[in-house]
Structures are given as C-alpha cells and as structure tokens.
C-alpha cells in the first residue's frame, strides 16, 4: 500500500505551520512524517520532522514546469530507506510544507514521476492556505489555489466577514474544483484535508455554475461540458494543448466521458499528469463530460470546439 | 508523468489503453492532424513512431507526448490544436 502525502501549500504568513501544527496536535493524526524547508515553530512530539534544501532539477527536455524537486525525491526515498530499516519510526502519511513563494507544481511532478517516489508513495491531495484577512498575494498565491484540491482560509477569527464573503467568492471563481473552508488557529478536520481528495471523483463539484469566470490575475477557469469523447482523440488533443499552452493551463481536472459504465478521471497540474483512473460508476446522474480549465487566455468555445473537432474525426 | 516529455515514463498516459489495434488507431488519428502541418506519422513494428516532413527529414518519436515537441522542431513553429484552420479541417 502507499503512503498517502499531503502537499500543504500557501503564500508566506498565511498560517501553514499553524495548520501543519494544529493537525499534528491530534490524536487521530496517525504518525506522520513532515518534510519542511525551514525548521522552526512546527511542533512535533511524536511525528518525524525533516528539513530539505530545495533543489531544482531541471529535466534535459527543457520543459520549464518539468521541473524536479531532487531534495525531496532523495529525502522521501530516504525516509523509506529508514523506515524499512527500523532507523525512523514508522510513518503512516508524510506531510510536505512548501515554502511561501513556492511553486508547488515541481513537487506535484516530483510525485508523479520519479520511479521509485510514485511506487511507493501517493498524492493524497494539496492543501492551500489562503490569509483570510490579506487575501490572494499575486501570482505565487493564485498558483497555489490553482493548484489545490483544499482551501483553507485562515484567520477567520479577525477577518471581516464581508471580506471573507468575497474571498471565498473569488476562490471559487479561481478554482471551481477545489473545496474550501475557513479556520482559526488551524482548527480543521483532519478527514477534511486527508480524504484522497487529488483522486476523488466526488470531489469535483462544480455547483457554482458553468461558463467563464471573471479575470483573477489574469487566470481564469472555465467548465467544458461535451457528451461522450473518444479516450485516443481526448489524450491526443490534450497532449498537444499542453505542449502549446502548457504554460498557461494551470490545472485541468474533470470526469470524461468515455462510453464506459463510468467515467474517466483526469487531473493534470501543469504538464503534471495524475494517472487517469476509470470509474466503475458515475458519482451521480449527470452523463455529461465536464471539464474545468484554470489559467490565462482560456476561452471555453474554442475549446470545446476543437475538442470535438478531434473527436469526431476520431469517429469518422 | 509529463504529459509531454515523456521522459522518466514506462508508458506515457495517453497511451495505457494499450493494444496493437488501439496503437494504429493513435497513429492514424495523429496522422491525419499531423498532416494539416505538412508531416505524416507512421507507427513502426508497434514500439516507436516515425515522423518525417515533405523534405523527406524523418525522426524517431517515442510515444505520443514527445510527438508534439519533435514535430515543433520540424517545422519551427508551434502547433496549436486551437488554430482555426486545423478545426476547420478536421470539422469538414
């Protein structure tokens, strides 16, 4: 079985090592292994604490969002390496920190394909902190968000409550996909943060409506819903989407339909590509292909257009 | 995995469907797009694919998501799948 990860991201100051500390207080934590940049203020008790440099391997495509998080790929196949071995406790799930400015998409890849870290280990899901009283902190923060399949808005304490109205209206602009709740002092479920959600077809709630979403510095997301899709026409339409606007396209992540009993899953972080994973049902009545697209310059006809162009020569 | 690179890949995600009927399907469909561009595609003995251009340059593309970038670098320029006149093409 693999060990699940939580990759907890957010802009600096806005309350990550008061979340991570908080979880760790729990009891029903589990043992948990936590990887920081920075040692300091995380309390650890009975969790395994390591620290990592952040090291950055550039892959010889040149592909500049295939970056590689070396540290962490050394450190999480050392962690397994120890545990094995009886030189660590045993850890049941590891906890990432990034640092504030951080791109989490790196790590995302790091996970998803370094040979020995994707086989043993397994994204949980990524946890965005969001400062509820400051909001989105440009460019670095709306990745964040993004990228997450949780939002935690922090200080909910001290944050005005239309303030906070309207940062949990702009988040749900900014990524449809992604649930979130507010916390002070990080009090939140555990089983909130750590139910699989980067794998959960149940989690893709797009109940806020469909269509294009207002500019957020300058990224948007917009839902694609299509009937069936061909599966070879969808993979090849999107591996060159990517390879074109990859750098763009943030995040895509939504159900397909493939004229299967169920649907396919698919979550791509970047150029980032989880596993897609066919569904032996659909999580509810709705047949339709959905699709939610964040980034800039995303215009969902012309999308939804060339989609179908490629799935009906596939089908020709 | 990288939708792209490929690299670091024992099988690129787009093409887990796995099958030889399946593989000449994917070659066949990126032929045709590919031909929009002026270049053909040809799957060879099932493990890697062959792209050339009208000049006759030819090159050995492993799977699907090196196929875009080594296609780019053929013709130097990028391929969107956006482009107006490629879904005009293929909506006929």
């Known amino acids: ?316 | 995995m990288c939708a792209l690179c490929g690299v670091i890949l024992n099988q690129h995600w787009a093409e887990q469907d796995g099958g030889r009927r399946a593989r000449a399907f994917r070659a066949a469909l990126l032929d045709r797009v590919l031909g929009h561009f002026g270049l053909s595609l040809h799957d060879w003995a099932g493990s890697v694919y062959v792209l050339r251009d009208r000049k006759g340059a030819s090159v050995v593309v492993q799977d699907i998501g090196a196929v875009w970038s080594e296609a780019e670098r053929l013709l130097g320029r990028p391929l969107d799948p956006l482009d107006a006149a490629l879904v005009a093409e293929l909506s006929r």
């Open chain 1, 1 to 316: 079985m693999k060990t699940p990860v939580v990759l907890v991201t957010g802009f600096l100051g806005s309350g990550k090592t008061t979340l991570i500390s908080r979880l760790l207080e729990r009891p029903d934590m589990g043992e948990t292994a936590v990887i920081v940049n920075e040692l300091g203020e995380i309390g650890i008790d009975h969790h395994l604490l390591r620290r990592v440099d952040e090291r950055t391997v550039l892959l010889a495509s040149g592909c500049v969002c295939c970056v590689l998080r070396g540290d962490l790929a050394d450190e999480l196949r050392d962690l397994l390496d120890r545990r094995d071995a009886g030189e660590v406790p045993h850890f049941g799930r590891v906890v990432i920190e990034t640092t504030g400015v951080a791109d989490p998409t790196p790590i995302v890849m790091t996970l998803l394909s370094d040979p020995v870290v994707r086989n043993h280990y397994e994204l949980e899901s990524v946890v965005a902190t969001v400062d509820g009283v400051h909001g989105l902190n440009g460019p670095e923060s709306v990745k964040q968000v993004a990228v997450a399949d949780r939002l935690v808005i922090t200080k909910a304490d001290i944050a005005a409550p239309g303030g906070r109205a309207n940062l949990e209206e702009q988040l749900a602009r900014l990524n449809p996909t992604a649930h979130a709740r507010a916390a002070t002092f990080g009090e939140v479920e555990p089983e909130w943060l750590f139910d699989g959600a980067a794998r959960d077809p149940r989690d893709i709630d797009l109940v806020r409506g469909p269509g294009h979403r207002e500019l957020d510095h300058d990224v948007r997301s917009c839902v694609l819903y299509l009937d069936e899709v061909d599966w070879t026409a969808f993979g090849l339409w999107l591996t060159m989407l990517l390879q074109a606007r990859g750098q763009d396209i943030l995040r895509v992540k939504g159900f397909l339909n493939v004229g299967g009993d169920g649907p396919v899953l698919v979550n791509c972080v970047q150029h980032a590509v989880h596993p897609p994973v066919h569904l032996d049902e659909w999580p509810d009545d709705d047949r339709r292909s959905r699709l939610v697209f964040i980034g800039r310059d995303l215009d969902a006809e012309r999308l939804r257009e060339s989609l179908t162009a490629f799935d009906r020569v596939a089908r020709s």
